[in-house]
């Protein structure tokens, strides 16, 4: 499995080596500007959050796009013919996405430390210092939301997955595949929707960050994806690649 995400990268390596040098380049750009010390800061955490979005929304298309060539293009049923079952295939593809936006989050986090090296630090303590006049921890907050970042993301891939799956398998002579993927996408996401209600009917606030209720709504969470990638699993080493 890991020799399928070891593979997946060898291939991808200097596309993402391109992207970091153009948005290296972009950052740099800034400082050439002639703005004030707030003006800079300012320009560059605005910046680096609309090319965070930029690069997030070029992975999610990327990781749906890899998932479609592998279920309805010649090269990726070669895949199928490797040693490989379909939950290690399922699994290679959902661990190579998660730690591509790993990978993403370290690269912006590394480009934001640095940043506040080169300017005036008083300026983010005192943002910082703002947010925690409001009653909100900063870091519980930021890890809350990074949690919650990749269970909702892997949620959602599962989701895709097992559309596009579920379009290979019950509907594999009909043409319009990529549109009937769409309206099933459209069902799961509804059935999973009414499962998360049922199974939590609690609402996080900032002030919970950190206690149980978070805890217990993660494992939910946690339940329910392994629940869709039981089944998506299952029908990638049943009924495609048998």
Same mark, same amino acid.
Do not use: C
């Given at each position: 499995?890991?020799?399928?995400?070891?593979?997946?990268?060898?291939?991808?390596?200097?596309?993402?080596?391109?992207?970091?040098?153009?948005?290296?380049?972009?950052?740099?750009?800034?400082?050439?500007?002639?703005?004030?010390?707030?003006?800079?800061?300012?320009?560059?955490?605005?910046?680096?959050?609309?090319?965070?979005?930029?690069?997030?929304?070029?992975?999610?298309?990327?990781?749906?796009?890899?998932?479609?060539?592998?279920?309805?293009?010649?090269?990726?049923?070669?895949?199928?013919?490797?040693?490989?079952?379909?939950?290690?295939?399922?699994?290679?593809?959902?661990?190579?996405?998660?730690?591509?936006?790993?990978?993403?989050?370290?690269?912006?986090?590394?480009?934001?430390?640095?940043?506040?090296?080169?300017?005036?630090?008083?300026?983010?303590?005192?943002?910082?210092?703002?947010?925690?006049?409001?009653?909100?921890?900063?870091?519980?907050?930021?890890?809350?939301?990074?949690?919650?970042?990749? *269970?909702?993301?892997?949620?959602?891939? +599962?989701?895709? @997955?097992? &559309? %596009? !799956?579920?379009?290979?398998?019950?509907?594999? /002579? #009909?043409?319009?595949?990529?549109?009937? *993927?769409?309206?099933?996408?459209?069902? +799961?996401?509804? @059935?999973? &929707? %009414? !499962?998360?209600?049922?199974?939590?009917?609690? /609402? #996080?606030?900032?002030?919970?960050?950190?206690?149980?209720?978070?805890?217990?709504?993660?494992?939910?969470?946690?339940?329910?994806?392994?629940?869709?990638?039981?089944?998506?699993?299952?029908?990638?080493?049943?009924?495609?690649?048998?």
């Amino acid at each position: 499995m890991f020799n399928l995400i070891k593979y997946d990268w060898i291939r991808k390596w200097i596309y993402a080596l391109s992207g970091l040098v153009v948005i290296i380049f972009i950052n740099i750009g800034i400082y050439f500007k002639g703005y004030s010390p707030s003006e800079q800061i300012g320009s560059l955490v605005g910046l680096n959050m609309l090319l965070f979005f930029i690069s997030s929304v070029v992975l999610f298309v990327l990781h749906v796009r890899k998932m479609n060539k592998l279920l309805f293009s010649e090269e990726g049923q070669f895949t199928f013919l490797t040693p490989l079952n379909g939950y290690e295939i399922l699994g290679a593809n959902l661990i190579g996405a998660l730690l591509d936006i790993i990978m993403l989050l370290v690269m912006f986090l590394t480009i934001f430390f640095v940043n506040t090296f080169f300017n005036d630090m008083n300026i983010v303590n005192e943002a910082v210092s703002y947010i925690h006049v409001t009653g909100v921890d900063v870091y519980e907050l930021i890890m809350t939301i990074l949690v919650m970042v990749f *269970s909702g993301y892997s949620m959602l891939l +599962v989701t895709i @997955f097992l &559309s %596009m !799956i579920l379009v290979k398998t019950l509907f594999y /002579n #009909i043409k319009a595949k990529k549109i009937l *993927s769409f309206v099933v996408f459209i069902f +799961v996401s509804k @059935f999973n &929707s %009414m !499962i998360a209600g049922m199974l939590n009917n609690t /609402n #996080i606030r900032p002030e919970s960050i950190g206690n149980e209720v978070l805890i217990m709504s993660m494992i939910k969470v946690f339940m329910l994806l392994l629940f869709w990638y039981g089944i998506s699993g299952y029908l990638l080493e049943k009924k495609v690649s048998a």
